[in-house]
Nanobody, 122 residues
C-alpha cells in the first residue's frame, strides 16, 4: 500500500489557476502510474488525468488543454496544474497510485489520499 498526501487546494475565482501536489510515501512511486480523480457533491468520483511511469499522459475531455499532470520521481510527487478554472471544476481532488495497460488506467482502491478541496467561484 502506498500512502498519499494531497495539498494545494483552495478557493479561486473562475479563470484562475491552482497547482495540486500529491506526495507518495514510498519509492515504489517510480513504478506506479499516478492519477488524479475528483468528486463533486452528489456525483461519482471521476478520473481527471493520469501519468504512467514512462510519462504517458491522458486527460478527461472536460480538462484537456487546461490541466497538466506531471511527476517528479526524485520527490515521489505528482502534480496537477490547473489553469482557466471553471465553477464546474469544484470538487474534492484525490490522487491514486494504480497501474496502466494498453491505454487504460486501473485504479487501486487501497491507494487513495485524503483529498484536497478545490472551489472555483463564478
Amino acid at each position: 500500500q502506498v500512502q498519499l498526501v494531497e495539498s494545494g487546494g483552495g478557493l479561486v475565482q473562475a479563470g484562475g489557476s491552482l497547482r495540486l501536489s500529491c506526495a507518495a510515501s514510498r519509492s515504489t512511486f517510480s513504478i506506479r502510474t499516478m492519477a488524479w480523480y475528483r468528486q463533486a457533491p452528489g456525483k461519482q468520483r471521476e478520473l481527471v488525468a493520469f501519468i504512467s511511469r514512462t510519462g504517458i499522459t491522458n486527460y478527461a475531455d472536460s480538462v484537456k488543454g487546461r490541466f497538466t499532470i506531471s511527476r517528479d520521481s526524485a520527490k515521489n510527487t505528482v502534480y496537477l496544474q490547473m489553469n482557466s478554472l471553471k465553477p464546474e471544476d469544484t470538487a474534492v481532488y484525490y490522487c491514486n497510485a494504480g497501474t496502466y495497460s494498453s491505454g487504460t488506467y486501473y485504479r487501486n482502491d487501497a491507494n487513495w489520499g485524503q483529498g484536497t478541496q478545490v472551489t472555483v467561484s463564478s
